[in-house]
């Protein structure tokens, strides 16, 4: 019963990730063509809680759906203990979180309403 709600957590995280990759990879297009400087961008990124939202939001669902996938390979492919694969999968949620996390509150210049950093 576990292994099946974690299979549908990390479809679910997945179907949420597939158009946040999609709009992110459309900035980075955009940005680069209009051959906006990291300043521009970062100005824009701080200015709109929209953005802060989207990547915390994608920070998030990163965070939890690359612990899990790499827990099945464990598990699977690697003959690694279901325990063990738990405790890294763990270990990998908690460090990819935190340092999104951080990254993201770097972006705000640390608060949410947007702010020099």
């Known amino acids: 019963m576990v292994e099946a709600k974690l299979y549908i957590l990390q479809r679910l995280t997945a179907a949420f990730m597939a158009p946040m990759v999609v ?10 063509r209009a051959e906006l400087t990291a300043a521009a961008i970062l100005a824009r990124v701080q200015s709109s809680p929209w953005l802060i939202v989207f990547y915390t939001a994608f920070v998030v669902m990163v965070a939890i759906h690359a612990p899990l996938g790499l827990r099945k390979i464990l598990v699977e492919w690697g003959r690694l203990p279901t325990r063990a694969a738990n405790l890294i ?3 990998l949620f908690v460090l990819f979180l935190g340092m999104g996390l ?16």
């Not at 951080?102 to 950093?117: K, P």
């Open 89 to 91: 999968a763990l270990v």
């Open 102 to 117: 951080r990254g993201v509150w770097a972006l705000t210049g640390g608060s949410i309403s947007g702010g020099a950093i």
């Open 23 to 32: 709009g992110h990879l459309l900035t980075i297009l955009y940005a680069t």
